[in-house]
């Protein structure tokens, strides 16, 4: 990848286990899988209610099969949704660890232009005392913003 291009997407952990979660996340999210196990069931209940004809009912009423069946449906969605769920929580952690470096770099970089300013400011005779700009100057001291952050949140 060259200097310019950025990376469009953020991808961790593409081991075959997380590539299959994402796969069986993506299949079974979609409005076509919901349609095709919709048609499944209308089938079942058509054929064990022994409206279908030729086919001999194998479940009847009240379908202690299909109950069982879904049962273990829900089991196996419920686990994917969360395996997704989690996944996703890994994805923002390194987004956000991602940002608050860009952030940080982006502090430093502002407040390195800022005391360059103010020498060229100083070389070219101009001698303003700007207290505000010397706040800005002074490097951000994430310790200190992790504690006000802290607080804020116990209020």
Aim: charged share 30%; hydrophobic share 40%.
């Amino acid at each position: 990848m060259s200097e310019k291009e950025t990376p469009q997407k953020l991808e961790i952990n593409t081991a075959p286990l997380d590539r299959f979660a994402i796969w069986i996340t993506d299949t079974l999210g979609t409005l076509w899988f919901l349609y095709v196990v919709l048609l499944i069931l209308l089938v079942y209940i058509l054929w064990n209610m022994g409206i279908i004809p030729g086919v001999k009912p194998f479940d009847h009423y009240p379908f202690d099969g299909l109950d069982t069946g879904l049962s273990i449906f829900a089991v196996i969605l419920s686990t994917t949704v969360l395996m997704s769920q989690n996944r996703q929580r890994r994805l923002e952690k390194v987004r956000e660890q991602v940002e608050f470096k860009i952030n940080v770099q982006a502090e430093h970089e502002v407040t390195k232009m800022l005391e360059m300013l103010h020498e060229i400011q100083h070389k070219l005779g101009i001698d303003r005392q700007d207290p505000e700009l010397e706040k800005m100057k002074e490097i951000t001291d994430l310790n200190e913003l992790h504690k006000q952050v802290d607080e804020e949140q116990k209020e």
